[in-house]
């Protein structure tokens, strides 16, 4: 039996008072074992991105358990936290979320300059990471000037760089036509393969959902079978 | 994060939006401008008061006179005439309006007396010598003053040395008007020479004194156009010039000059002058007698700094407004930072070191305007129009005063970034990265 990387339970998420509030996850359980993929479906507005956030430690949840590498999340300290988000995790989103005006490189070393890497480590460490994704010689351009296939790779340079063993991808290819879109798909599952990161990827894609071991179905704000979903 | 990379980062950020960054530096440059030189001319001025205080008196020295009596004075403050007590007239007043008075006379006995007391070291009388003329070898003679001079003031010399009390040789310090007229191409060329000094006394006989020039003095406010005499010369002077007086007239002076330790507390001071009171005297310290001066200009410089601070303030909110327009602007790439890792703290610093920055630009280049245009503009001054005032720089900077201004308005710019600062340190991650 492998090992769980994160797991949630009975996940509530509520957001604002009174009349205006609404519940956004109501009693959510998804487990995400190491080393596989798995695939968060469901429509416009069923809680996805607020359930990979809470999962991701970006977000807390109302109510319910994180379990994060066997780590209850609740307790965990601010430096513990930032650790965890800056080594343990990657992300990777449908925006790019790239820094205006800065270089490439400089997106890409972002990581390591937040871990206190020092500049010539982290040059090299970034580089390697562009080479392996092919658009090593866009280094020195500016972010802002690349196409959306190229944004998105940098993106997901960035979330590589620190060797992570988790990736966060939401909607990872919703900015993007689809044989782009499967040029990053592929990017993100060779990862996968062949260094065992574990993909939590967002999507509404049933190709892209298709693609992973393993699909967990959201209406509402609860998980759903398959059948459900569409009825 | 490394704390050269916040530096690194804040100051690639600052020059992110140029435009709106170069407002607020220029609104922080003209406040910085204006302390500089209100500063420049706070430390001009008062170096200049200083040199001329160090030309008046030391500042372990007090001059005393006799407290008037006033128990003979009618009810419109005219005194009546009592043929016991003795007067003279004090031509020791301080600079300024007051001019001479009729004082009480200080005699040998009062003399003896203070310098009976603990903390005193020396007690002189003070006396008014007045020269006919003055001469080189034979060459012309002109009119000549001596001012009062007192122990340990130290004179702004352009030739030569300062007087010397203790010494028994007759010294003599001329200006330099009288250096030129004497003969001499340069002030050097007076010093080592022998000066003749006419007096004539009571009797009408006229006596000379020879006297060593030692220096040559340069005009200022403190040292009018008047020479000044060591004790062994203006005492040989007024020997000289007493002969045919009672000896009561000989013996009354209008004040004396009594010196105390250098290093003696603020509150031994007071104790001798309390002292004094009660004895009878008045006393005088030279801080007091320029006091007023000094005061009136430290007050100009307070109405002028406050100025200033008025245009910091307004810099300051600049800043604030600067700030949370970057951060405003930045909210996804804060949430993208925090979501990355990022502590708060570590984003305040950010943030803060951005304001501080500001503050350093506006204020290193407001100085650097301040002090090459105030520089200038005190020398075309010194020039001309304040020509006269040997010594005088209107705008003076010290590089402590100058570092000082700089330290302070990065010490403003951080209190005006805390506020933007903690608002990028406490941003969501999650409200940042959903911010459209
Ligand atoms: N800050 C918030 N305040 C109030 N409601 C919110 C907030 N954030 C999200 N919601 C609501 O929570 C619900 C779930 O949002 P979420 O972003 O998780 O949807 P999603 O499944 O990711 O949708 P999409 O596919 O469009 O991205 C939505 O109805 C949204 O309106
Ligand atoms: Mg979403």
Same mark, same amino acid.
């Given at each position: 039996?492998?090992?769980?990387?994160?797991?949630?339970?009975?996940?509530?998420?509520?957001?604002?008072?009174?009349?205006?509030?609404?519940?956004?996850?109501?009693?959510?359980?998804?487990?995400?074992?190491?080393?596989?993929?798995?695939?968060?479906?469901?429509?416009?507005?069923? =809680?996805?991105?607020?359930?990979?956030?809470?999962?991701?430690?970006?977000?807390?949840?109302?109510?319910?358990?994180?379990?994060?590498?066997?780590?209850?999340?609740?307790?965990?300290?601010?430096?513990?936290?930032?650790?965890?988000?800056?080594?343990?995790?990657?992300?990777?989103?449908?925006?790019?979320?790239?820094?205006?005006?800065?270089?490439?490189?400089?997106?890409?070393?972002?990581?390591?300059?937040?871990?206190?890497?020092?500049?010539?480590?982290?040059?090299?460490?970034?580089?390697?990471?562009?080479?392996?994704?092919?658009?090593?010689?866009?280094?020195?351009?500016?972010?802002?000037?690349?196409?959306?296939?190229?944004?998105?790779?940098?993106?997901?340079?960035?979330?590589?760089?620190?060797?992570?063993?988790?990736?966060?991808?939401?909607?990872?290819?919703?900015?993007?036509?689809?044989?782009? =879109?499967?040029?990053?798909?592929?990017?993100?599952?060779?990862?996968?393969?062949?260094?065992?990161?574990?993909?939590?990827?967002?999507?509404?894609?049933?190709?892209?959902?298709?693609?992973?071991?393993?699909?967990?179905?959201?209406?509402?704000?609860?998980?759903?079978?398959?059948?459900?979903?569409?009825? | 994060?490394?704390?050269?990379?916040?530096? %690194?980062?804040?100051?690639?950020?600052?020059?992110?939006?140029?435009?709106?960054?170069?407002?607020?530096?220029?609104?922080?440059?003209?406040?910085?401008?204006?302390?500089?030189?209100?500063?420049?001319?706070?430390?001009?001025?008062?170096?200049?008061?200083?040199?001329?205080?160090?030309?008046?008196?030391?500042?372990?020295?007090?001059?005393? $006179?006799?407290?008037?009596?006033?128990?003979?004075?009618?009810?419109?403050?005219?005194?009546?005439?009592?043929?016991?007590?003795?007067?003279?007239?004090?031509?020791?007043?301080?600079?300024?309006?007051?001019?001479?008075? $009729?004082?009480?006379? @200080? $005699?040998?006995?009062? @003399?003896?007396?203070?310098?009976?007391?603990? &903390?005193?070291?020396?007690?002189?009388?003070?006396?008014?010598?007045?020269?006919?003329? @003055?001469?080189?070898?034979?060459?012309?003679?002109?009119?000549?003053?001596?001012?009062?001079?007192?122990?340990?003031?130290?004179?702004?010399? %352009?030739?030569?040395?300062?007087?010397?009390?203790?010494?028994?040789?007759?010294?003599?310090?001329?200006?330099?008007?009288? #250096?030129?007229?004497?003969?001499?191409?340069?002030?050097?060329?007076?010093?080592?020479?022998?000066? &003749?000094?006419?007096?004539?006394?009571?009797?009408?006989?006229?006596?000379?004194?020879?006297?060593?020039?030692?220096?040559?003095?340069?005009?200022?406010?403190? #040292?009018?156009?008047?020479?000044?005499? /060591?004790?062994?010369?203006?005492?040989?002077?007024?020997?000289?010039?007493?002969?045919?007086?009672?000896?009561?007239?000989?013996?009354?002076?209008?004040?004396?000059?009594?010196?105390?330790?250098?290093?003696?507390?603020?509150?031994?001071?007071?104790?001798?002058?309390?002292?004094?009171?009660?004895?009878?005297?008045?006393?005088?310290?030279?801080?007091?007698?320029?006091?007023?001066?000094?005061?009136?200009?430290?007050?100009?410089?307070?109405?002028?700094?406050?100025?200033?601070?008025?245009?910091?303030?307004? %810099?300051?909110?600049?800043?604030?407004?600067?700030?949370?327009?970057?951060?405003?602007?930045?909210?996804?790439?804060?949430?993208?930072?925090?979501?990355?890792?990022?502590?708060?703290?570590?984003?305040?610093?950010?943030?803060?070191?951005?304001?501080?920055?500001?503050?350093?630009?506006?204020?290193?280049?407001?100085?650097?305007?301040?002090?090459?245009?105030?520089?200038?503009?005190?020398?075309?001054?010194?020039?001309?129009?304040?020509?006269?005032?040997?010594?005088?720089?209107? @705008?003076?900077?010290?590089? #402590?005063?100058?570092?000082?201004?700089?330290?302070?308005?990065?010490?403003?710019?951080?209190?005006?970034? $805390?506020?933007?600062?903690?608002?990028? #340190?406490?941003? /969501?991650?999650?409200?940042?990265?959903?911010?459209?």
């Amino acid at each position: 039996m492998s090992a769980t990387a994160i797991s949630v339970k009975n996940l509530t998420k509520t957001y604002g008072e009174g009349s205006g509030r609404f519940a956004a996850l109501r009693g959510v359980s998804v487990k995400a074992e190491l080393g596989e993929s798995l695939a968060i479906v469901g429509k416009s507005g069923s =809680g996805k991105s607020t359930l990979m956030h809470v999962m991701a430690l970006l977000d807390e949840p109302s109510g319910g358990k994180v379990t994060v590498m066997g780590q209850r999340a609740t307790g965990l300290r601010s430096a513990e936290l930032n650790a965890l988000r800056n080594e343990t995790f990657g992300f990777v989103f449908q925006q790019f979320f790239l820094i205006p005006g800065a270089s490439v490189l400089e997106n890409v070393m972002l990581p390591l300059t937040i871990a206190g890497v020092s500049g010539r480590e982290r040059r090299r460490r970034a580089m390697e990471t562009l080479e392996q994704l092919e658009i090593a010689d866009k280094a020195s351009n500016r972010a802002t000037d690349l196409s959306g296939g190229q944004k998105q790779r940098v993106a997901i340079a960035r979330a590589l760089v620190n060797g992570p063993s988790v990736i966060f991808a939401d909607e990872p290819t919703g900015n993007l036509d689809s044989a782009t =879109g499967e040029v990053v798909e592929d990017i993100l599952f060779t990862l996968n393969r062949e260094k065992a990161i574990t993909l939590v990827i967002v999507t509404h894609d049933q190709t892209l959902a298709a693609r992973c071991d393993r699909r967990v179905y959201l209406k509402d704000g609860l998980v759903v079978t398959p059948k459900e979903l569409t009825s | 994060m490394k704390t050269t990379d916040i530096v %690194a980062s804040a100051v690639k950020s600052t020059f992110r939006s140029k435009l709106r960054t170069s407002l607020t530096v220029i609104a922080i440059v003209i406040g910085a401008f204006t302390i500089t030189i209100t500063n420049g001319l706070g430390t001009g001025i008062n170096a200049y008061i200083n040199d001329t205080v160090a030309a008046i008196g030391a500042d372990n020295v007090l001059t005393v $006179t006799k407290t008037p009596d006033t128990s003979n004075e009618t009810d419109e403050g005219v005194r009546l005439y009592d043929p016991e007590s003795s007067r003279v007239v004090n031509n020791n007043t301080p600079p300024g309006p007051g001019a001479a008075e $009729t004082v009480e006379a @200080i $005699t040998d006995a009062d @003399i003896e007396l203070l310098r009976e007391l603990d &903390t005193v070291e020396s007690a002189e009388r003070q006396v008014q010598v007045s020269p006919d003329f @003055i001469q080189l070898g034979d060459g012309e003679r002109f009119e000549f003053t001596i001012s009062n001079f007192v122990p340990g003031a130290t004179l702004q010399l %352009a030739a030569g040395e300062q007087l010397d009390n203790d010494s028994d040789d007759l010294q003599l310090i001329i200006p330099l008007d009288y #250096a030129t007229a004497l003969g001499c191409d340069e002030p050097a060329d007076c010093v080592g020479l022998v000066a &003749t000094l006419a007096v004539t006394d009571a009797t009408d006989v006229q006596h000379l004194v020879e006297a060593d020039v030692i220096g040559v003095s340069e005009e200022s406010l403190g #040292a009018t156009n008047a020479g000044s005499a /060591n004790t062994a010369l203006t005492n040989a002077l007024f020997d000289q010039q007493s002969i045919g007086l009672s000896e009561t007239a000989r013996t009354s002076y209008a004040s004396a000059v009594v010196t105390f330790a250098s290093d003696a507390s603020d509150e031994s001071v007071t104790t001798l002058r309390d002292e004094l009171t009660d004895l009878g005297y008045d006393s005088q310290t030279v801080s007091e007698q320029i006091g007023t001066f000094r005061s009136v200009i430290d007050g100009i410089i307070l109405v002028l700094n406050s100025f200033a601070a008025i245009a910091l303030v307004a %810099a300051g909110f600049g800043i604030v407004n600067t700030l949370l327009m970057s951060v405003q602007e930045r909210t996804r790439e804060i949430g993208l930072m925090k979501a990355v890792g990022l502590s708060g703290r570590k984003i305040f610093a950010l943030f803060s070191t951005e304001a501080v920055f500001i503050g350093f630009l506006g204020s290193a280049i407001g100085s650097i305007l301040g002090i090459v245009i105030g520089s200038a503009t005190s020398g075309v001054l010194s020039a001309g129009i304040l020509g006269d005032l040997a010594g005088l720089t209107l @705008i003076a900077f010290t590089p #402590a005063s100058v570092a000082g201004v700089i330290v302070l308005i990065m010490a403003i710019a951080f209190v005006a970034g $805390t506020l933007p600062a903690l608002r990028a #340190a406490r941003k /969501n991650p999650i409200v940042a990265l959903r911010y459209e």
